[in-house]
C-alpha cells in the first residue's frame, strides 16, 4: 500500500483562472472561497478568476494561494477518501501543510497568510532586495562562494541544480558573478517584490509571531515538514516559533523531500496551481509516483491509490 504524502506549492505557481472549477461545480469548494471572502473582506473568487493586478502582489497572492489549494485538498478527501501520512508545504505552502495535519484551522490558515503577505510586502522597500536562481552548482559550491559575504545568503533548496539566493540586491548581484565565475551555469534574477527568506525579513517574522500569538495551535492528526528543520513536527509546541523563523530562513524543500523518502514515502500528491513541485521530486528522487490536482479532472489520476 502506497504512503502518501501531500504537498503544496508556494507563491509564484498562482494564475487567473486557479481553482475555478473546483469552485463552480462542487459545494466544498465553494464554501472554501466563499468563507475565505468573508473572512478577509474582498472576493477571493474574483481576485482568482478574473483578470487583475493583485493576484500577484504578495499580500493578495498569498491568500489567493492557500484558499485555492485548501479548496482543492478538501474536495479531494471528500470525493476520492485518501488521507495523507505526511503533509508538507514549500514557503508560503507550510501553511496548507499545517491545515492536512490539523495543526491550524482552515480559517486560521487562511487569516494567517493574509496577514503574512502584508507585513512580508512591508518589511523591504521595493528595490532595495532581490532574488536569484543558480543553477547547475552544488549547493556546498554555493554555500562556500557565499560563505564570505554579507547581505545575501541561500534562500531556497529546491532541488540538485537549482539553489535560489536572496538578499541586499548589490550583493545577489555580486554574488551572481561569484557563482557564475566558480562554474554555475547560470544565474537568473527574478521578478519578485522582496528577498524573501533572507535576514531582511527577520523584522517580519517578528511581527508575524505576534499575529500567530493569536492564533489557535493544535496537535497534528499527521506530521508535517516545516521548512526550516526539513524534520517531522509531532508536537504543536515547535510550530509557532518554527513559522516565524521560516520568514527569514532557508526553505529546505530537497532535505524535506529526502525525510520523507527516508520515511518511506512512495507518492507525493501536489495538490494546488502548477506542477513546479513534481518537477523538483523528480530530480530529487525519479523513481517515485508524483501526481498533481490543479483541475477537477485531475482527481481521476487517484482512482488507483
Known amino acids: 500500500m502506497s504512503k502518501i504524502a501531500f504537498i503544496f506549492p508556494g507563491q509564484g505557481a498562482q494564475y487567473c483562472g486557479m481553482g475555478q472549477d473546483f469552485y463552480e461545480k462542487t459545494a466544498i469548494g465553494k464554501e472554501v472561497f466563499d468563507k475565505a471572502s468573508e473572512l478577509l473582506g474582498f472576493s477571493v473568487p474574483e481576485l482568482c478568476f478574473e483578470k487583475n493586478d ?17 479548496a482543492m485538498m478538501r474536495v479531494l478527501e471528500a470525493e476520492k477518501g485518501i488521507k495523507p501520512s505526511v503533509a508538507a508545504g514549500l514557503s508560503l505552502g507550510e501553511y496548507c501543510a499545517l491545515a492536512a495535519s490539523g495543526v491550524m484551522s482552515d480559517e486560521d490558515a487562511i487569516k494567517t497568510v493574509r496577514q503574512r503577505g502584508i507585513l512580508m510586502q512591508e518589511a523591504v522597500p521595493l528595490g532595495l532586495g532581490a532574488m536569484s536562481a543558480i543553477l547547475s552548482m552544488d549547493a556546498a559550491e554555493i554555500e562556500e562562494v557565499l560563505s564570505d559575504m554579507e547581505g545575501v545568503q541561500i534562500a531556497n533548496y ?12 548589490e550583493m545577489v548581484e555580486k554574488a551572481n558573478e561569484k557563482l557564475l565565475s566558480a562554474g554555475a551555469k547560470r544565474a537568473i534574477l527574478l521578478n519578485v517584490s522582496g528577498p524573501f527568506h533572507s535576514e531582511m525579513l527577520r523584522g517580519a517574522g517578528e511581527k508575524l509571531g505576534e499575529v500567530l500569538d ?5 496537535e497534528p492528526v499527521i506530521p508535517y515538514v516545516p521548512n526550516v528543520t526539513a524534520q517531522y513536527v509531532t508536537e504543536k509546541e515547535a510550530v509557532k516559533d518554527l513559522l516565524k523563523k521560516q520568514v527569514s530562513s532557508s526553505v529546505r524543500w530537497q532535505q ?5 523518502l527516508a520515511d518511506g514515502v512512495d507518492t507525493f ?37
Open 54 to 70: 493583485r493576484l500577484d502582489i504578495t499580500e493578495y497572492t498569498q491568500a489567493a494561494m492557500v484558499t485555492t489549494s485548501i
Open 256 to 260: 524535506s523531500v529526502e525525510t520523507m
Open 158 to 169: 529546491n532541488c540538485p541544480g537549482q539553489i535560489v539566493i536572496s538578499g541586499k540586491k
Open 269 to 305: 500528491i501536489e495538490i494546488g496551481p502548477g506542477k513546479t513541485l513534481a518537477g523538483f521530486i523528480k530530480k530529487i528522487k525519479r523513481d517515485v509516483t508524483v501526481l498533481n490536482i490543479e483541475k477537477l479532472e485531475d482527481l481521476e489520476k487517484l482512482s488507483d491509490l
Open 214 to 218: 493569536k492564533v489557535d495551535i493544535n
